[in-house]
């Protein structure tokens, strides 16, 4: 058999397209008109902090299908927004025997100016870290996980399902207006601070009052002290008054998003254990899902002081069974 080309094939013949590195911006990048979607998707970086191409996909880019096209136009778009310095990338650690996981997004040098531009603030007031991507790896999947739960809550609020007119992220929660404002234990003499993952309020359909909310990823890596220690300082902080003395609400809910049904088990008796009620709300990552954000909604919670699974838009404590 010839291993030459015979002119028709030759003609047919399209060369490999030269693709882009991942992680060096070179000289020859392509010039392209900042889009609508474009700035959307800086902005839901700069709000969430840390957005895999996955969250971006399911935020800006989904359909019903989620259909091929649109996740090209998706890595096409990151591409050219990290080429150009809007975002930056992180590379995720890959176990052996994984396949490559999806890029990490986070804001640049562009992006900063940008966010400045569209909310009319300083770039100082943006909260840049130019040295995110240097982050621990090992702090990764946390974080992740907690944007899991920003993107399906953004989603829900796209399709109208609720309103969330308030929210704070992890770093707002650790900046110095707020910090010194979060549950709190005495230990030796000092105070402790204990700072949740997240905070937002949440509108239901026919329901008259916000919904508050603390939130709560949990990977695996806490004690029970540790776990009791945080279940106290949310006590102490609804008994003292001080929810609603710093943020003008006294009933709210603490949701735990844990690793597996049996992690769930031992911080439900731990939480207990601990004195800890109706208050404290608790499912898995196996049930909720970007991709099918009304997971969220569905009735995967188990509560503590109580048997059985609850939907989040429950607000009558009553009806539960003990």
């Known amino acids: 058999m010839s291993s030459q080309l015979s002119s ?3 003609l047919s013949f399209k060369p490999r397209k030269r ?23 800086i902005l839901r970086v700069a709000y969430y902090h840390l957005l895999s191409t996955h969250h971006i996909e399911a935020l800006l880019f989904h359909t019903p299908n989620t259909s091929r096209t649109l996740k090209s136009q998706c890595q096409r778009r990151l591409q050219l927004l990290y080429h150009h310095r809007f975002l930056n990338r992180i590379q995720q650690p890959v176990v ?10 986070t804001l640049d040098q562009q992006g ?3 966010v400045a531009q569209l909310l009319d603030i300083s770039t100082s007031e943006v909260g840049w870290n130019p040295k995110l991507k240097y982050r621990n790896p090992y ?9 899991n739960t920003w993107v399906i809550l953004d989603r829900l609020t796209q399709s109208r399902h609720l309103q969330m007119p308030y929210w704070l992220t992890q770093r707002h929660l650790k900046s110095a207006q707020i910090k010194d404002k979060l549950p709190s234990i005495s230990l030796n003499g000092g105070r402790k601070i204990k700072e949740p993952d997240g905070y937002f309020a949440l509108q239901f359909p026919q329901a008259s009052d916000l919904a508050h909310f603390f939130y709560e990823e949990d990977r695996g890596t806490q004690s029970q002290r ?3 220690e945080k279940i106290q300082a949310y006590i102490g902080y609804k008994k003292t008054g001080d929810s609603f003395a710093y943020f003008g609400f006294n009933n709210f809910r603490v949701l735990t998003k844990t690793t597996t049904p049996k992690r769930l088990a031992n911080l439900k008796a731990w939480t207990e254990k601990a ?29 503590s002081s109580a048997t059985g699974a609850y939907s989040l838009t429950l607000t009558d404590t009553i009806t539960m069974q003990s």
């Open 8 to 10: 028709s094939q030759f």
């Open 19 to 41: 693709q882009r590195p991942s992680f060096h911006r070179g000289e020859d990048i392509p010039s392209f008109q900042i889009t609508h979607r474009d700035q959307q998707i």
């Open 96 to 105: 052996l025997g994984e396949g490559r996981k999806p890029f990490i997004y």
């Open 112 to 114: 900063v100016r940008a």
């Open 139 to 147: 702090r990764l999947p946390h974080d992740l996980h907690i944007s």
């Open 226 to 228: 540790q776990w009791t």
């Open 275 to 303: 004195g800890g009620n109706e208050m404290f709300w608790f499912t898995n990552v196996g049930q909720i899902d970007i991709w099918q954000p009304q997971t969220l909604l569905q009735p995967i919670w188990q509560v």
